[in-house]
């Protein structure tokens, strides 16, 4: 074998040349090829203390990781010779059509993670055609969100206050503002115990001490944009201030009850959505209590340690109620096969709020997209791989949950 010295013009070509039209933070992103590398990037542009708000969990982190286990026991079991040229990824969701299985949920504190904030969330979603949420302890007003994004599907979770007539004005308030759906968060009668957030005395609005002058030299960027961009606070709210596990219970009602729907209902006019469903038991009494759909959920094993993972729950769930009320589930969704996943085993959707708060801090509304982009992609091979060109299709795969 006869060998040379290669040319240069062959050479060149293979090495190839960064994209200048492009941001160097836009050609980072490009080469995440999947949530768990957006996480990486995510982790190096932020603070601790905000990366560890959003990573985090309550107390042994059992609950979370039990969420993320669950996935990884799913067993599908793929139809060949089927035609998946093109797929079809729609889904009805309380009376209109997302465009795919999935929709983006509330989150507090999100202005946290990037001053862009929620904003820049809702205009992912209303490009790519799927609902989301603005939480109660949102960063962004539910009236400037509805200015900012008004082509956005909106909807607005709401933490039952002790003061009932803050929860009353925000209902109306976010009727007034066109969201058509209501999530009633149930997992908060007090605010889960999270060691991260207690280590880092992380508190509402970020406060200045010896340490967070060390962490500025580190993060000047996430800095920079806190410092010169409105003070961080609850947007909806009027007491906004203090450690945040303080602030939630507080803000959070211990004695609100299945009796408090029909209360509910008096208020609000649109679809109604019941958020932190942990039994069999508690989704057949929401359902008689008639709420239009329910969502499992552990609050991202946020709250109650040592819970159970949603997904486990998912199957005997749909089965009980899934032909009353729509059922949906969240909680340790990184992946579009776990979106496919979920759909197979009963949801009609899933929520998912970790993966873009990840987008979120790595790169702003850029990150929040390039995260839907991996999960739209994933959910469109997994159908494809599976043999189901559509939605209903997918909920007549074969899929299980293997043995532990």
């Not at 944009?225 to 009027?238: G, K, M, S, V």
Request: proline share 6%.
């Amino acid at each position: 074998m006869k060998r040379r010295l290669p040319r240069p013009n062959e050479v060149l070509p293979l090495i190839g040349a960064p994209d200048l039209r492009t941001s160097p933070l836009q050609r980072r992103l490009s080469r995440c090829a999947t949530v768990m590398d957006v996480r990486a990037v995510a982790r190096r542009r932020v603070p601790r203390a905000v990366f560890d708000y959003v990573d985090g969990a309550a107390m042994s982190g059992t609950s979370l990781r039990r969420s993320r286990d669950a996935f990884r026991r799913v067993e599908f079991t793929p139809r060949v010779l089927r035609d998946v040229s093109t797929v079809d990824t729609r889904v009805e969701v309380l009376g209109a059509t997302n465009a795919l299985p999935f929709l983006l949920a509330p989150t507090g504190f999100t202005r946290m993670m990037n001053a862009a904030g929620e904003p820049a969330v809702a205009r992912v979603a209303a490009e790519r055609g799927i609902a989301y949420g603005l939480s109660t302890l949102g960063t962004t007003s539910i009236e400037d969100l509805a200015a900012a994004v008004p082509e956005c599907r909106r909807w607005f979770q709401l933490y039952v206050s002790r003061d009932r007539e803050i929860a009353a004005d925000l209902m109306h308030r976010a009727q007034a503002a066109g969201c058509d759906t209501l999530i009633l968060t149930v997992d908060t009668a007090v605010g889960g115990i999270r060691p991260r957030e207690v280590r880092h005395g992380l508190t509402i609005p970020p406060r200045l001490h010896l340490g967070t002058l060390a962490d500025m030299a580190t993060h000047p960027s996430w800095w920079f944009d806190a410092l010169t961009t409105e003070p961080l606070a609850f947007a909806n709210l009027t007491s906004t201030s203090g450690p945040v596990g303080d602030l939630l219970t507080r803000m959070f009602d211990p004695t609100v009850t299945l009796a408090d729907i029909p209360w509910i209902r008096e208020h609000w006019q649109g679809s109604l959505v019941v958020k932190g469903i942990q039994s069999v038991a508690d989704a057949e009494l929401a359902t008689e209590a008639g709420v239009d759909g329910i969502v499992l959920s552990n609050h991202g094993g946020r709250q109650l340690d040592m819970g159970a993972a949603p997904l486990e729950l998912l199957p005997d769930v749909a089965a009980r109620v899934g032909e009353r009320v729509e059922v949906y589930v969240d909680g340790g969704v990184m992946s579009g096969a776990d979106v496919v996943a979920a759909v197979a085993l009963g949801a009609r959707g899933v929520l998912i709020g970790r993966a873009y708060l990840y987008g979120l801090m790595a790169g702003g509304e850029s990150g929040v997209a390039r995260v839907v982009d991996i999960l739209e992609k994933e959910v469109r091979v997994t159908m494809q791989l599976l043999g189901a060109p559509t939605i209903s299709d997918v909920r007549q795969a074969q899929v299980r949950l293997r043995p532990v």
